[in-house]
């Protein structure tokens, strides 16, 4: 798929599964401020991060290269929430989850989105050790430990970059093609960090701790 | 221009300086860049449209445009797979350019004239001399004139203080460093950063010209937006961070000899084999990202400044003689990421502020250097960038590591959970350093091609890495001493993030002089095929940044090519 502005999937199994794993990586949290007493402080998932993570899975790969992994008609988002699940189930039948599944809280979603928070952190690292059977996965992942390893350390930097970005705040314009979105209010991650923003200067000069002293040009 | 004498593939760091200096001389010269230009009249919507074909005067160059281009934003300038910083076509519907990954990590590259300068830090360290003497084949003595240019040129300063700077000195010194203010490092010490980033304006104090004002006058302006794309100055070349498209690109068109082409990739190097000058160069095919369109060039000189992935890339594509060199024996300085964050109780009396306030200053202004290990650098970067390095580990989830006893560290691993809000609350109070190792040249390491995949450009590279036994006893060390720089400097808590080995931010090594190329930069196999970039580095020149090495050789190589085939004496 080419970044050509269509929005998100609308695939319900895929959009639960990004959703859990969205907020397994930034939860929301209360935070005492001066003043003002104890605030919620938003997750990835209340502020959508996980269509970006949706968006750029599934625009990463040019045509060209997708049609040589007879994957044409695949979805990187979907191969990739296949995977999410394989590694669910292997923690499940280890017997190693931590509490009990609950398929309330994403009932469209697959095993990975029935786990608790932190047993999902658990999948992707029975994922990223290898310890699921490559043979039954998806095209790209299927016999590509590269790949598969490489995209956990994906799935944990692609939330953490959007939701300190200032993509949350392109609103309504947020899956447009990157030429097209605006920025509608105050990036919330920003504010979370206390980020004042892009910047015209700062004027902390303290001055220099030493000098070069340069030859001319033509020396 | 149709009868140049030399093309340049790649408008970066290395072809932009051999442009200027080749078109100083006399020739006229081409240069052909895969990606958009920012700030150029002639593309005033480069995502959107394919604009004009090329442009040759400096009166083409637009600040306003550019200022509107290079917005700030972190997500549209730096998103690696969307944003204007990345390795693709300059049409943004479009996904970027593949690259197969043989390992967990980033490839941090950027196509567009400028190349990787547009958001590079701009740190112009030398080379360690111990790394170049009776280990090149060329001394250390040989490229200090072509330093000294260089410098002169962008030009390169000691970067100015602000309180991440003032944090770190303060730490380096309580470990027990000396200050080497000093470009020719020969022993371990700490100091700022040599840097082509312009100095603060005298008016960097005065608060009766607003900040907006003085983004318009020449200097820095401290708004730490290096790695964003920094738009500060009155005209483009003047804009405070000294990227080649603000430096030596209005340079070079500044001749009257240099045309540069965006939006034209090169596909093919073409060769002729006669008896009088054997195998050589005598062209290149292009392909137009806009419209696909392929055309032929020539010239009597190609040099390639493609980078270290794709100058492999394209001799291999292009079927080149056989050489157990080329592409082979990457470096990328093993990188890794400690960070300390800190209570404003230590904070006041060092610096007198309670912050640290990361994204203040030049985002890479202090440094600290270890002949034979490497070095470590402050850096402090917009949060989306900050927060997606500490998920980039080796180690997986912080609570699989928990430290032993003695270790220096209280975090390992990428962050979760509490960990991850204490410390993103902690922004405006966390000092990061930016692990860089002296890492060995191994053969395995390198660029070679997909078997299978292609895209539109040829067979796709695949880049390798592994870290040697060596390489990885260096990175444990420069880890050990950043974590104690930042507990000395009274940092709460220290976090080792662990990075991958696959973090390609400084990549080098993959067509080394004396191998693939000689000490003037010649292609040993094909004559009149220069090489111009990263590539041709010996090795990872004691773990400093590349770029101001590849530019003084780029300088030595513009002199030593006139020389040998324009038959003129310098």
Same mark, same amino acid.
């Given at each position: 798929?080419?970044?050509?502005?269509?929005?998100?999937?609308?695939?319900? !199994?895929?959009?639960?599964?990004?959703?859990?794993?969205?907020?397994?990586?930034?939860?929301?949290?209360?935070?005492?401020?001066?003043?003002?007493?104890?605030?919620?402080?938003?997750?990835?998932?209340?502020?959508?991060?996980?269509?970006?993570?949706?968006?750029?899975?599934?625009?990463?790969?040019?045509?060209?290269?997708?049609?040589?992994?007879?994957?044409?008609?695949?979805?990187?988002?979907?191969?990739?929430?296949?995977?999410?699940?394989?590694?669910?189930?292997?923690?499940?039948?280890?017997?190693?989850?931590?509490?009990?599944?609950?398929?309330?809280?994403?009932?469209?979603?697959?095993?990975?989105?029935?786990?608790?928070?932190?047993?999902?952190?658990?999948?992707?690292?029975?994922?990223?050790?290898?310890?699921?059977?490559?043979? !039954?996965?998806?095209?790209?992942?299927?016999?590509?430990?590269?790949?598969?390893?490489?995209?956990?350390?994906?799935?944990?930097?692609?939330?953490?970059?959007?939701? !300190?970005?200032?993509?949350?705040?392109?609103?309504?314009?947020?899956?447009?093609?990157?030429?097209?979105?605006?920025?509608? !209010?105050?990036?919330?991650?920003?504010?979370?960090?206390?980020?004042?923003?892009?910047?015209?200067?700062?004027?902390?000069?303290?001055?220099?701790?030493?000098?070069?002293?340069?030859?001319?040009?033509?020396? | 221009?149709?009868?140049?004498?030399?093309?340049?593939?790649?408008?970066?760091?290395?072809?932009?300086?051999?442009?200027?200096?080749?078109?100083?001389?006399?020739?006229? =010269?081409?240069?052909?860049?895969? @990606?958009?230009?920012?700030?150029?009249?002639?593309?005033?919507?480069?995502?959107?449209?394919? @604009?004009?074909?090329?442009?040759?005067?400096?009166? +083409?160059?637009?600040?306003?445009?550019?200022?509107?281009?290079?917005?700030?934003?972190?997500?549209?300038?730096?998103?690696? =797979?969307?944003?204007?910083?990345?390795?693709?076509?300059?049409?943004?519907?479009?996904?970027?350019?593949?690259?197969?990954?043989?390992?967990?990590? =980033?490839?941090?590259?950027?196509?567009?004239?400028?190349?990787?300068?547009?958001?590079?830090?701009?740190?112009?360290?030398?080379?360690?001399?111990?790394?170049?003497?009776?280990?090149?084949?060329?001394?250390?003595?040989?490229?200090?004139?072509?330093?000294?240019?260089?410098?002169?040129?962008?030009?390169?300063?000691?970067?100015?203080?602000? #309180?991440?700077?003032?944090?770190?000195?303060?730490?380096?010194?309580?470990?027990?460093?000396?200050?080497?203010?000093?470009?020719?490092?020969?022993?371990?010490?700490?100091?700022?950063?040599?840097?082509?980033?312009?100095?603060?304006?005298?008016?960097?104090?005065?608060?009766?010209?607003?900040?907006?004002?003085?983004?318009?006058?020449?200097?820095?302006?401290?708004?730490?937006?290096?790695?964003?794309?920094?738009?500060?100055?009155?005209?483009?070349?003047?804009?405070?961070?000294?990227?080649?498209?603000?430096?030596?690109?209005? /340079?070079?068109?500044?001749?009257?000899? =240099?045309?540069?082409?965006?939006?034209?990739?090169?596909?093919?190097?073409?060769?002729?084999?006669?008896?009088?000058?054997?195998?050589?160069?005598?062209?290149?095919?292009?392909?137009?990202?806009?419209?696909?369109?392929?055309?032929? /060039?020539?010239?009597?000189?190609?040099?390639?400044? #493609?980078?270290?992935?794709?100058?492999?890339?394209?001799?291999?594509?292009?079927?080149?003689?056989?050489?157990?060199?080329?592409?082979?024996?990457?470096?990328?300085?093993?990188?890794?990421?400690?960070? @300390?964050?800190?209570?404003?109780?230590?904070?006041?009396?060092?610096?007198?502020?309670?912050?640290?306030?990361?994204?203040?200053?030049?985002?890479?202004?202090?440094?600290?250097?270890?002949?034979?290990?490497?070095?470590?650098?402050?850096?402090?970067?917009?949060?989306?960038?900050?927060?997606?390095?500490?998920?980039?580990?080796?180690?997986?989830?912080?609570?699989?590591?928990?430290?032993?006893?003695?270790?220096?560290?209280?975090?390992?691993?990428?962050?979760?959970?509490?960990?991850?809000?204490?410390?993103?609350?902690?922004?405006?109070?966390?000092?990061?350093?930016?692990?860089?190792?002296?890492?060995?040249?191994?053969?395995?390491?390198?660029?070679?091609?997909?078997?299978?995949?292609?895209?539109?450009?040829?067979?796709?590279?695949?880049?390798?890495?592994?870290?040697?036994?060596?390489?990885?006893?260096?990175?444990?060390? /420069?880890?050990?001493?950043?974590?104690?720089?930042?507990?000395? #400097? @009274?940092?709460?808590?220290?976090?080792?993030?662990?990075?991958?080995?696959?973090?390609?931010?400084?990549?080098?090594?993959?067509?080394?002089?004396?191998?693939?190329? +000689?000490?003037?930069?010649?292609?040993?196999?094909?004559?009149?095929?220069?090489?111009?970039?990263?590539?041709?580095?010996?090795?990872?020149?004691?773990?400093?940044?590349?770029?101001?090495?590849?530019?003084?050789?780029?300088?030595?190589?513009?002199?030593?090519?006139?020389?040998?085939?324009?038959?003129?004496?310098?």
């Amino acid at each position: 798929m080419e970044a050509s502005g269509r929005s998100v999937t609308l695939n319900p !199994y895929i959009i639960s599964t990004f959703r859990s794993l969205v907020e397994a990586i930034i939860p929301p949290h209360l935070k005492q401020k001066d003043y003002i007493g104890t605030v919620h402080v938003a997750g990835a998932q209340e502020l959508h991060v996980y269509e970006y993570v949706i968006w750029i899975l599934d625009h990463s790969i040019a045509f060209p290269v997708k049609e040589q992994f007879n994957f044409v008609n695949g979805s990187m988002s979907k191969s990739t929430a296949e995977l999410l699940d394989a590694g669910a189930a292997r923690l499940i039948q280890k017997g190693q989850i931590f509490y009990p599944l609950n398929g309330t809280a994403y009932p469209s979603g697959g095993l990975f989105s029935a786990l608790s928070p932190i047993d999902r952190l658990r999948a992707i690292t029975i994922i990223e050790r290898l310890d699921i059977n490559l043979e !039954y996965l998806s095209i790209p992942y299927k016999n590509n430990p590269v790949l598969v390893r490489n995209m956990m350390d994906v799935l944990n930097e692609l939330p953490m970059f959007c939701h !300190y970005s200032e993509w949350p705040a392109y609103g309504k314009t947020r899956l447009l093609s990157p030429e097209y979105r605006r920025v509608e !209010y105050f990036p919330p991650g920003w504010f979370q960090v206390q980020y004042p923003g892009p910047s015209f200067g700062y004027r902390d000069f303290r001055g220099f701790l030493a000098i070069i002293q340069h030859r001319k040009v033509d020396q | 221009m149709s009868n140049q004498d030399v093309i340049v593939i790649g408008a970066g760091g290395g072809g932009a300086v051999i442009a200027k200096e080749l078109g100083e001389l006399g020739l006229t =010269v081409l240069v052909l860049e895969a @990606g958009p230009w920012y700030g150029n009249k002639k593309w005033p919507n480069p995502n959107l449209q394919p @604009g004009g074909v090329s442009s040759s005067t400096k009166d +083409d160059l637009d600040v306003t445009l550019y200022k509107q281009l290079l917005n700030k934003f972190e997500m549209n300038m730096n998103d690696l =797979v969307s944003g204007r910083f990345r390795w693709g076509p300059a049409d943004r519907n479009r996904s970027q350019w593949f690259r197969h990954a043989n390992q967990k990590g =980033v490839i941090w590259q950027c196509s567009g004239v400028g190349g990787t300068t547009q958001t590079y830090t701009a740190n112009c360290p030398r080379a360690f001399p111990a790394a170049i003497d009776k280990v090149w084949p060329l001394s250390y003595r040989e490229l200090v004139p072509y330093y000294e240019k260089v410098e002169a040129t962008l030009p390169v300063n000691f970067a100015a203080t602000t #309180a991440k700077e003032e944090l770190f000195y303060y730490g380096a010194k309580k470990a027990g460093w000396n200050l080497i203010p000093t470009l020719d490092v020969k022993g371990p010490g700490y100091r700022p950063q040599p840097n082509a980033i312009l100095p603060p304006n005298e008016n960097i104090t005065n608060l009766n010209i607003t900040d907006e004002q003085l983004s318009w006058m020449e200097g820095c302006t401290l708004a730490g937006h290096c790695i964003n794309g920094c738009p500060h100055g009155p005209s483009i070349d003047k804009i405070a961070k000294r990227s080649t498209n603000v430096s030596y690109v209005p /340079l070079a068109l500044n001749t009257g000899n =240099v045309c540069i082409r965006p939006n034209a990739f090169v596909i093919e190097i073409i060769t002729e084999n006669n008896p009088s000058k054997g195998l050589h160069a005598i062209g290149v095919n292009i392909r137009d990202t806009w419209t696909g369109e392929q055309e032929e /060039l020539r010239a009597e000189i190609i040099v390639m400044a #493609a980078g270290s992935i794709e100058s492999p890339r394209l001799w291999l594509n292009s079927g080149l003689p056989d050489n157990p060199w080329v592409g082979k024996g990457l470096v990328n300085h093993y990188m890794d990421w400690v960070s @300390g964050i800190f209570d404003e109780k230590d904070l006041i009396p060092i610096l007198g502020t309670s912050d640290i306030n990361p994204y203040v200053g030049n985002t890479c202004a202090a440094r600290f250097d270890y002949p034979g290990l490497g070095t470590l650098q402050s850096v402090g970067m917009s949060p989306g960038l900050t927060a997606s390095f500490y998920e980039l580990s080796q180690s997986g989830y912080s609570f699989l590591n928990k430290p032993e006893i003695n270790d220096p560290w209280d975090i390992k691993g990428r962050l979760y959970g509490y960990e991850l809000k204490e410390s993103m609350d902690s922004y405006r109070k966390t000092l990061n350093i930016l692990v860089s190792t002296d890492d060995e040249v191994d053969q395995r390491n390198g660029i070679t091609l997909d078997p299978l995949l292609r895209d539109e450009n040829g067979f796709v590279p695949v880049v390798s890495y592994q870290p040697t036994k060596q390489s990885r006893r260096k990175r444990g060390q /420069l880890v050990n001493l950043a974590a104690d720089l930042l507990r000395k #400097a @009274g940092a709460r808590k220290v976090i080792w993030t662990n990075w991958p080995a696959g973090m390609m931010i400084h990549i080098e090594s993959t067509m080394r002089i004396g191998f693939v190329v +000689d000490q003037d930069c010649e292609s040993f196999q094909v004559k009149r095929l220069y090489i111009a970039d990263n590539s041709v580095h010996f090795n990872s020149l004691g773990g400093v940044n590349p770029t101001l090495t590849t530019q003084a050789l780029a300088t030595r190589t513009a002199e030593k090519l006139f020389k040998k085939y324009f038959n003129r004496m310098l």
